[in-house]
């Protein structure tokens, strides 16, 4: 569906994105992931067409996004404000409505309001919390339907509880057939939410695929931390000592744990790779 092909983009001298090219397929959730500096929010500039490369090109549905304005509705970051207009949700949906030159009604607003939790929140949206504020931006990128979202860290600034509505949400935009493209620094919530992701840094792709192969590019599965005495046999795992207890590193829990004497063992805990470890290993490798 999006097709990014060859793609350079600088800011003067200074290179941003390098010969990128990468394919999001249709009603999937598409993480590109990355330091600060990477280049990700200019990868959503392009994408939504804010911003030209300088070499390459963009495409959706076969029409390369610099001649054919793309249908893409886009969240970037966005400041809270106190001073902001005395609206409720609903009269905001409304306003938006008229700039995006939408012929909107009651009941479709009321839908999209329904969607993201606020149906019944009539308070002015200047008071709305972090959390509620959040919900209000995902209202205004499901008002035009538009079949492509684009988001710039979705998370930031959540607490726990608003960052799971907000997964759920996600989740339910694309069963409403969405194709989703984000950026994040959360690393539990990629795992959640994205069918595959993009590892980018300095402007270049360093890995891509769903969150499976990536912990596949690591040459451990988990992470095991034991205390009291083991098998000389288990020395044939990575392993390091720490805080009075040994971590091993082992692709098979079942073959480690055929290894071990479990009776001269006092405590065990298995900790599975997770997304931000095959993430740290795979920048320090680069």
């Known amino acids: 569906m999006i097709n990014i092909c060859n793609v350079s983009i600088s800011y003067g001298a200074h290179k941003v994105i390098k010969d990128l090219s990468f394919e999001v397929r249709k009603g999937e959730i598409y993480g590109i992931i990355g330091p600060n500096g990477a280049g ?54 409304m306003f938006y409505s008229v700039m995006y030159d939408i012929d909107m009604d009651a009941e479709k607003i009321s839908n999209i309001l329904k969607t993201v939790g606020l149906e019944h929140i009539n308070k002015y949206v200047y008071t709305f919390s972090r959390g509620m504020w959040q919900r209000l931006y995902f209202a205004r990128v499901l008002l035009p339907d538009f079949p492509v979202v ?47 992701v993009m590892v980018l840094n300095n402007g270049s792709k360093i890995v891509e695929g769903d969150v499976e192969e990536l912990l596949g590019k690591l040459e451990w599965r988990y ?47 298995v900790k599975p790779l997770s997304l931000e470890e095959a993430y740290i290993s795979l920048l320090t490798d680069v």
């Open 40 to 93: 990700k929010t200019t990868m959503l500039r392009a994408l939504s067409g804010i911003i030209h490369p300088d070499i390459g090109e963009i495409s959706v549905d076969g029409q390369e996004v610099t001649k054919h304005r793309p249908k893409i509705a886009v969240l970037f970051e966005n400041p809270m404000t106190a001073d902001f207009l005395r609206l409720t949700a609903r009269e905001d949906l």
């Open 150 to 196: 684009i988001l710039d860290e979705p998370w930031l600034g959540l607490d726990v509880a608003a960052q799971r509505e907000t997964v759920d949400l996600l989740k339910e935009m694309k069963k409403m057939g969405r194709t989703i493209i984000l950026t994040a620094h959360e690393m539990p919530l990629i795992e959640r939410v994205c069918d595959r």
């Open 223 to 269: 992470e095991v931390k034991l205390s009291g005495e083991y098998s000389e046999k288990l020395e044939k795992y990575e392993y390091v000592q720490k805080d009075g207890y040994n971590y091993f590193y082992v692709t098979s829990l079942k073959d480690f744990i055929e290894l071990m004497d479990i009776s001269t063992v006092y405590e065990i805990d």
